[in-house]
Protein backbone atom coordinates (compact mmCIF):
# COMPACT_ATOMS: atom_id res chain seq x y z
CA UNK A 1 0.00 0.00 0.00
CA UNK A 2 1.16 3.23 -1.07
CA UNK A 3 -0.38 6.38 0.59
CA UNK A 4 -0.91 10.38 -0.90
CA UNK A 5 -1.52 13.51 0.30
CA UNK A 6 -5.01 14.93 -1.78
CA UNK A 7 -6.12 18.17 -1.43
CA UNK A 8 -9.91 18.82 -1.69
CA UNK A 9 -11.05 22.42 -2.89
CA UNK A 10 -14.86 23.01 -2.53
CA UNK A 11 -16.14 24.41 -5.46
CA UNK A 12 -18.35 28.12 -5.41
CA UNK A 13 -20.55 26.54 -7.98
CA UNK A 14 -20.86 23.35 -5.63
CA UNK A 15 -18.75 20.22 -5.76
CA UNK A 16 -14.68 19.85 -4.77
CA UNK A 17 -11.83 19.93 -7.16
CA UNK A 18 -8.92 18.20 -5.75
CA UNK A 19 -5.42 17.87 -6.31
CA UNK A 20 -2.89 15.42 -5.63
CA UNK A 21 0.57 17.37 -5.16
CA UNK A 22 3.05 13.95 -5.56
CA UNK A 23 1.53 12.97 -8.69
CA UNK A 24 2.28 15.95 -11.42
CA UNK A 25 -1.05 16.46 -13.28
CA UNK A 26 -3.08 14.33 -11.37
CA UNK A 27 -6.56 16.24 -10.83
CA UNK A 28 -10.16 15.47 -10.67
CA UNK A 29 -13.33 16.15 -9.23
CA UNK A 30 -16.47 15.02 -7.13
CA UNK A 31 -20.10 16.21 -6.63
CA UNK A 32 -19.93 15.48 -3.24
CA UNK A 33 -16.66 15.04 -0.68
CA UNK A 34 -17.18 11.27 -0.38
CA UNK A 35 -17.10 11.59 -4.70
CA UNK A 36 -14.21 13.34 -4.80
CA UNK A 37 -12.73 11.25 -2.78
CA UNK A 38 -13.89 8.18 -4.50
CA UNK A 39 -12.71 9.74 -7.99
CA UNK A 40 -9.08 10.71 -6.48
CA UNK A 41 -8.53 7.19 -5.01
CA UNK A 42 -9.39 6.10 -8.59
CA UNK A 43 -7.31 9.04 -10.09
CA UNK A 44 -4.29 7.89 -8.34
CA UNK A 45 -4.73 4.16 -8.80
CA UNK A 46 -5.20 4.67 -12.42
CA UNK A 47 -1.57 7.03 -12.58
CA UNK A 48 0.34 4.46 -10.87
CA UNK A 49 -0.84 1.95 -13.29
CA UNK A 50 0.27 3.95 -16.35
CA UNK A 51 3.53 4.20 -14.48
CA UNK A 52 3.88 1.22 -14.21
CA UNK A 53 2.93 0.17 -17.77
CA UNK A 54 5.55 2.44 -19.25
CA UNK A 55 8.26 1.58 -16.72
CA UNK A 56 8.24 4.92 -14.93
CA UNK A 57 9.27 4.74 -11.24
CA UNK A 58 6.16 5.33 -8.56
CA UNK A 59 6.55 8.69 -7.26
CA UNK A 60 6.52 8.34 -3.71
CA UNK A 61 4.98 11.12 -1.49
CA UNK A 62 7.81 13.59 0.01
CA UNK A 63 8.27 16.71 2.24
CA UNK A 64 4.05 17.37 2.22
CA UNK A 65 3.36 19.48 5.31
CA UNK A 66 -0.20 21.15 5.79
CA UNK A 67 -0.86 23.81 7.77
CA UNK A 68 -3.55 26.89 8.56
CA UNK A 69 -2.33 30.13 8.60
CA UNK A 70 -4.03 32.81 10.01
CA UNK A 71 -3.58 36.04 9.37
CA UNK A 72 -5.48 39.82 9.80
CA UNK A 73 -8.36 40.87 7.78
CA UNK A 74 -7.40 44.33 6.04
CA UNK A 75 -9.24 46.84 7.56
CA UNK A 76 -11.38 48.91 5.57
Known amino acids: MVKYTVILVPEEEG ?12 YTQGETREEAIAMAKEAIELYLESCKAHNEPIPEEGGVESLVIEVKEPVA
Open 15 to 26: GYSVEVPALPGC
